[in-house]
């Protein structure tokens, strides 16, 4: 049974994202005067069939005026005007776009898969609309192509968490068909590690199919890692054990970024440490800290599955710590719930994709793809990757394969 405590928890702000939540109490008003949930009861199917067909013109209709809003957000951007939009308006978190949405022939392709239109008793959801937006982004991506550049995180998005990238994984074969086609791949995730071996245990699967690959050197080099959110870069390279080599900061970072000082870096992961350590006490969790170099959190001892709630309530409290900090204005960082633990990193996956988009000769938002499982506006670390490109919000590996096939049906269609 749903509990009064996690209806109203799942409404907290930090766990809604307003522009999704608000499409879907444009499409909730048809849905309530359109349904015909008496139809189970009623003989022939001629009824439901019309309700269904009503329902999914009333949908394609709203979809495309928040289409038309979006257009108008857009026309405000290139104005340097985007907060006096009328979206803006009604939405006040919504951000930039950097492409156009085609919001209601992405409608009509999840409707032919999803039936939406056809239900009768569940209103279209969260998920449906996530979807659609997801649809959306790949037509525009690929009618504006070619898709130059797509990242994507690694727990929840290409494996299970805290697994690996293994050979049987149906996400492999649809990579290299990117690869082939001249897009480049990285892999932008929160794990921070300085050997290359240890990025080739979790991603051995894509790593040693592209060394088996026909491709030529030249795309297999179109692979990259960057790890720690935005601290560590390695690309393919068939002459390492590890398929992969380490590429120096000087090769790849951005000009703001060399502006990171190291005593910043030091003091930042500092107050992290002090304030996740009285987490620890306050909420008596059976935790410890783990510092690395550039990151520093707290991991279960043992077997221990540590709460949501306190991985939340972690995150929140590391997080605003941080923001009033002297140091936590002067240098970006991102905290994040991975689940079983919590990190704080240096940087964010906004540096990680701009990175990536440089290493690569300066890649644009709008040709670039960021596929992510965190966007929630709080304790998600694929979030800050809105503002480096266009982003697809996926569920589970499963739909991550889904969405790489729907960039290669749709790319076909439109070439």
Partial sequence: ????????????????????????????????????????????????????????????????????????HIAHQRKGLHDRSKLKLLVPSVGLFFTPLLLQEAFVYQDRRRYISSRRFVAPSFNDIRLILNTAQVISLVRGGPLELVTFDGDVTLYDDGGSLSDENPAVPRILDLLRKGTRIGIVTAAGYTDASKYHSRLYGLLDAVSRSDLPLELKENLIVLGGESNYLFRYSDASPARLEHVPRERWLLREMQAWREEDITGLLDVAEKALKDCIVNMRLQAQILRKERAVGIVPTGKVKLGREQLEETVLVTQKILEMSDVGRRLPFCAFNGGNDVFVDIGDKSWGVLACQRYFGGIEGSKSLHVGDQFLSAGANDFKARLACTTAWIASPAETVQLLDEIAELDELAH
């Fill in 1 to 72: 049974m749903t509990t009064r405590y996690r209806v109203e928890y799942a409404l907290k702000t930090h766990r809604r994202d307003q522009l999704i939540e608000w499409i879907k109490g444009l499409l909730a008003v048809p849905f309530v005067l359109l349904s015909q949930p008496t139809a189970v009861f009623e003989e022939g199917r001629g009824s439901v069939s019309q309700m269904a067909a009503n329902a999914h013109k009333r949908y394609s209709e709203i979809m495309h005026d928040v289409e038309e809003l979006i257009n108008d």
